[in-house]
């Protein structure tokens, strides 16, 4: 309808007061997010959050004709513990899916009947007893009838976390030797500080993985590495792929002619490399397979990341982001691009490929929630491929609560801009969107920049209701992707090295400065908000600038000395890169410690920790509110009993969402 009758008035309030019908309660109360989809006996295993149970994740099996249901029992919670940030918890033999339960962090198996289609009951694999023992990257070897998988040992460690052991190693399957003890393993590599993505060729034969040492991280430099198996299954004649190539290296993959596929950015872009099988032995290198100006993959903070799938008769699937858009598309054999199969999605990755060709993932758009969905491409559909019928069918979708209407929706715009240095850097920003409220003329709206964590992280444009929770109230969001953010190539993830807590604190003052000049926000209304190393950020501003008059910080750094002393194993020697050796370059950690410049920030702070985080220790936060309090009035402290590195408990997430808008109300000056 298009008269003027079919629109309702609109009421006038100041931005930042706008009622909105999207509560805390309505985005974190039901909230079901899917992941890590993997095609299996006709279906689609993938795993669900299930907030009435503080958000453990559940295995669910969609059968392939439209049925959904649970497989994992009620107590039992799919996460792993490897790295702190975990990944994917389970992997598949023919007819039996093995998990890593969360509270004992031991190897389960479930058995599947085909005849009836039911799952048995969980029984265990492994039996650490006692000792704390992690696994991940679950892969099942038919051919020796075991697992293949990383395994992070923590013995009775009482020192250094660097004493923590990681290792590639083999569980038999015997039914007789079940549950196993660790110390029963058979290690297949132990020969770095980390290991990941074990990848098995089809006949056996062959197994590829991922290595890498101190100081690296898995986005710096790593190691491809691939060997032969003997009779027994161990490792024969390991060599490396691309060894004088610096860069970092990922994803291994054979396909059935035992060609070996990575993805690389020695390029400058995490591409995608191969290496015949022909040519696989020592001093080998790769070839590039389908060159971008662009990564086709995001940081690999979590094990079990799949960005490309590989199919028959040497059809190739793989993702890209272009300005925080994700696109898929297909590659034919020679490297050419073949079609777009997706494009202008907030988040796609995930993907697998099932016997029948049809291509798995998991993407959202701008606008919708994640879903796990399945395109049917076709197994051979002949010389002019782009005139085969793709259908897209969806396996499972998160609900968008009916309140968040399309007409509430903030959609993001990607933005470049400048720092004093002249070097470009981005940011998405959302402006305020409700079709109840309007501002009153010539008022702006005030700013909160979000600022993601990592810093090795980046911005996603998928529909984030914590985002629409701000703007449908008459706030602007800018979601920075500073320097060292990832989706922009290597060279602009390595501009933070050694200058962390200096390009990203003046890319986040530039681009504030810039939103102010171009008459975007009111500048006397901003605040900044971020978790982990975002938390850092938001500390390091408040103490650079006045721009902002709130920050709010979540389990965020304030003492880089402590967190270099006091961390996990993943991250012990990730500050190395990011400012430089400690104690080596002991005065640039004092210098850039928000702790060291309490007397300069001059803004409250509404500081958010867990009580069991073992990345950033909530001691950081002790102290930061300790002192803080001390001549800065409104500074509030909350504390989240049991909650790790980033809050899950849909009360907890909901209490620190409702607390951060009333620290706002307190302290924004909104009318």
Same mark, same amino acid.
């Given at each position: 309808?298009?008269?003027?009758?079919?629109?309702?008035?609109?009421?006038?309030?100041?931005?930042?007061?706008?009622?909105?019908?999207?509560?805390?309660?309505?985005?974190?109360?039901?909230?079901?997010?899917?992941?890590?989809?993997?095609?299996?006996?006709?279906?689609?295993?993938?795993?669900?959050?299930?907030?009435?149970?503080?958000?453990?994740?559940?295995?669910?099996?969609?059968?392939?004709?439209?049925?959904?249901?649970?497989?994992?029992?009620?107590?039992?919670?799919?996460?792993?513990?490897?790295?702190?940030?975990?990944?994917?918890?389970?992997?598949?033999?023919?007819?039996?899916?093995?998990?890593?339960?969360?509270?004992?962090?031991?190897?389960?198996?479930?058995?599947?009947?085909?005849?009836?289609?039911?799952?048995?009951?969980?029984?265990?694999?492994?039996?650490?007893?006692?000792?704390?023992?992690?696994?991940?990257?679950?892969?099942?070897?038919?051919?020796?009838?075991?697992?293949?998988? +990383?395994?992070?040992?923590?013995? &009775?460690?009482? #020192? %250094?976390?660097?004493?923590?052991? @990681?290792?590639?190693? =083999?569980? /038999?399957?015997?039914?007789?030797?079940?549950?196993?003890?660790?110390?029963?393993?058979?290690?297949?590599?132990?020969?770095?500080?980390?290991?990941?993505?074990?990848?098995?060729?089809?006949?056996?034969?062959?197994?590829?993985?991922?290595?890498?040492?101190?100081?690296?991280?898995?986005?710096?430099?790593?190691?491809?590495?691939?060997?032969?198996?003997?009779?027994?299954?161990?490792?024969?004649?390991?060599?490396?792929?691309?060894?004088?190539?610096?860069?970092?290296?990922?994803?291994?993959?054979?396909?059935?002619?035992?060609?070996?596929?990575?993805?690389?950015?020695?390029?400058?872009?995490?591409?995608?490399?191969?290496?015949?099988?022909?040519?696989?032995?020592?001093?080998?290198?790769?070839?590039? +397979?389908?060159?971008?100006?662009? &990564?086709?993959? #995001? %940081?690999?903070?979590?094990?079990? @990341?799949?960005?490309? =799938?590989? /199919?028959?008769?040497?059809?190739?699937?793989?993702?890209?982001?272009?300005?925080?858009?994700?696109?898929?598309?297909?590659?034919?054999?020679?490297?050419?691009?073949?079609?777009?199969?997706?494009?202008?999605?907030?988040?796609?990755?995930?993907?697998?490929?099932?016997?029948?060709?049809?291509?798995?993932?998991?993407?959202?758009?701008?606008?919708?929630?994640?879903?796990?969905?399945?395109?049917?491409?076709?197994?051979?559909?002949?010389?002019?491929?782009?005139?085969?019928?793709?259908?897209?069918?969806?396996?499972?979708?998160?609900?968008?609560?009916?309140?968040?209407?399309?007409?509430?929706?903030?959609?993001?715009?990607?933005?470049?801009?400048?720092?004093?240095?002249?070097?470009?850097?981005?940011?998405?920003?959302?402006?305020?969107?409700?079709?109840?409220?309007?501002?009153?003329?010539?008022?702006?709206?005030?700013?909160?920049?979000?600022?993601?964590?990592?810093?090795?992280?980046?911005?996603?444009?998928?529909?984030?209701?914590?985002?629409?929770?701000?703007?449908?109230?008459?706030?602007?969001?800018?979601?920075?992707?500073?320097?060292?953010?990832?989706?922009?190539?290597?060279?602009?993830?390595?501009?933070?090295?050694?200058?962390?807590?200096?390009?990203?604190?003046?890319?986040?003052?530039?681009?504030?400065?810039?939103?102010?000049?171009?008459?975007?926000?009111?500048?006397?209304?901003?605040?900044?908000?971020?978790?982990?190393?975002?938390?850092?950020?938001?500390?390091?501003?408040?103490?650079?600038?006045?721009?902002?008059?709130?920050?709010?910080?979540?389990?965020?750094?304030?003492?880089?000395?402590?967190?270099?002393?006091?961390?996990?194993?993943?991250?012990?020697?990730?500050?190395?890169?990011?400012?430089?050796?400690?104690?080596?370059?002991?005065?640039?950690?004092?210098?850039?410690?928000?702790?060291?410049?309490?007397?300069?920030?001059?803004?409250?702070?509404?500081?958010?920790?867990?009580?069991?985080?073992?990345?950033?220790?909530?001691?950081?936060?002790?102290?930061?509110?300790?002192?803080?309090?001390?001549?800065?009035?409104?500074?509030?402290?909350?504390?989240?009993?049991?909650?790790?590195?980033?809050?899950?408990?849909?009360?907890?997430?909901?209490?620190?969402?409702?607390?951060?808008?009333?620290?706002?109300?307190?302290?924004?000056?909104?009318?």
């Amino acid at each position: 309808m298009n008269g003027a009758g079919s629109h309702k008035a609109r009421k006038t309030a100041a931005h930042g007061n706008w009622k909105s019908p999207l509560t805390a309660e309505l985005i974190f109360g039901k909230r079901q997010t899917p992941g890590n989809p993997t095609p299996w006996n006709g279906g689609m295993l993938f795993l669900l959050t299930m907030p009435d149970e503080g958000n453990d994740l559940a295995l669910m099996f969609g059968d392939g004709r439209g049925k959904v249901a649970r497989i994992s029992p009620a107590g039992f919670n799919l996460r792993t513990r490897v790295h702190e940030y975990g990944g994917l918890p389970y992997g598949v033999g023919e007819t039996d899916v093995f998990f890593c339960n969360f509270e004992d962090q031991e190897i389960y198996r479930q058995r599947f009947d085909t005849k009836t289609a039911e799952f048995s009951m969980p029984e265990p694999v492994t039996d650490s007893g006692g000792v704390q023992t992690r696994y991940a990257d679950l892969v099942h070897d038919p051919v020796r009838n075991r697992l293949v998988c +990383v395994r992070e040992d923590h013995g &009775d460690i009482t #020192g %250094p976390a660097s004493q923590v052991r @990681n290792a590639l190693v =083999a569980i /038999g399957l015997k039914e007789n030797l079940l549950p196993q003890p660790a110390d029963s393993h058979e290690i297949l590599y132990e020969g770095s500080d980390f290991v990941a993505g074990p990848s098995l060729s089809g006949d056996g034969a062959l197994l590829a993985f991922v290595t890498w040492s101190h100081p690296n991280m898995p986005w710096d430099d790593t190691e491809i590495r691939c060997s032969r198996l003997n009779a027994r299954g161990l490792i024969e004649d390991c060599f490396q792929i691309d060894e004088a190539v610096a860069a970092s290296k990922l994803q291994p993959r054979f396909d059935t002619g035992n060609h070996l596929y990575f993805l690389s950015d020695n390029s400058g872009f995490w591409n995608l490399a191969r290496v015949d099988s022909a040519n696989l032995g020592p001093g080998c290198s790769s070839d590039p +397979v389908y060159p971008a100006a662009a &990564d086709c993959c #995001g %940081p690999p903070w979590e094990l079990g @990341n799949r960005n490309y =799938a590989l /199919g028959e008769n040497g059809r190739i699937f793989i993702t890209l982001v272009d300005r925080c858009l994700w696109q898929l598309h297909e590659v034919a054999p020679d490297g050419s691009k073949v079609r777009e199969l997706e494009q202008g999605r907030g988040l796609l990755d995930q993907l697998r490929i099932d016997d029948d060709g049809r291509v798995s993932y998991v993407a959202a758009g701008v606008d919708d929630y994640p879903a796990v969905l399945l395109q049917n491409l076709g197994r051979n559909p002949g010389r002019d491929v782009t005139s085969s019928t793709v259908s897209t069918k969806t396996v499972y979708r998160g609900a968008v609560p009916n309140a968040l209407a399309e007409n509430l929706i903030s959609r993001p715009r990607h933005f470049e801009f400048r720092g004093k240095s002249g070097d470009a850097a981005y940011g998405l920003l959302y402006m305020p969107v409700n079709p109840d409220f309007e501002a009153s003329a010539g008022e702006l709206p005030p700013l909160l920049v979000n600022v993601h964590g990592g810093p090795t992280g980046t911005a996603r444009a998928a529909l984030n209701p914590m985002h629409q929770f701000w703007t449908s109230r008459g706030f602007a969001v800018l979601d920075i992707n500073h320097r060292g953010s990832t989706g922009y190539g290597r060279k602009f993830r390595q501009a933070l090295y050694e200058q962390w807590g200096v390009f990203d604190i003046e890319d986040v003052i530039a681009a504030v400065e810039h939103l102010i000049d171009t008459k975007k926000v009111d500048g006397n209304r901003a605040a900044i908000r971020g978790g982990s190393a975002g938390g850092y950020v938001v500390l390091a501003s408040l103490a650079a600038c006045d721009l902002f008059s709130a920050g709010v910080s979540y389990y965020g750094v304030a003492d880089l000395e402590l967190l270099a002393q006091d961390t996990h194993k993943f991250e012990s020697r990730y500050l190395d890169r990011l400012i430089g050796p400690y104690p080596q370059t002991l005065d640039r950690y004092k210098q850039r410690s928000p702790i060291n410049r309490l007397d300069e920030i001059s803004a409250p702070v509404l500081i958010l920790q867990g009580t069991e985080d073992k990345v950033v220790p909530p001691s950081q936060a002790d102290l930061l509110h300790t002192e803080l309090k001390k001549r800065i009035e409104g500074v509030k402290y909350i504390s989240f009993e049991g909650e790790g590195h980033g809050f899950r408990k849909p009360a907890n997430q909901i209490h620190a969402l409702e607390a951060e808008l009333e620290f706002y109300r307190g302290n924004l000056r909104l009318k």
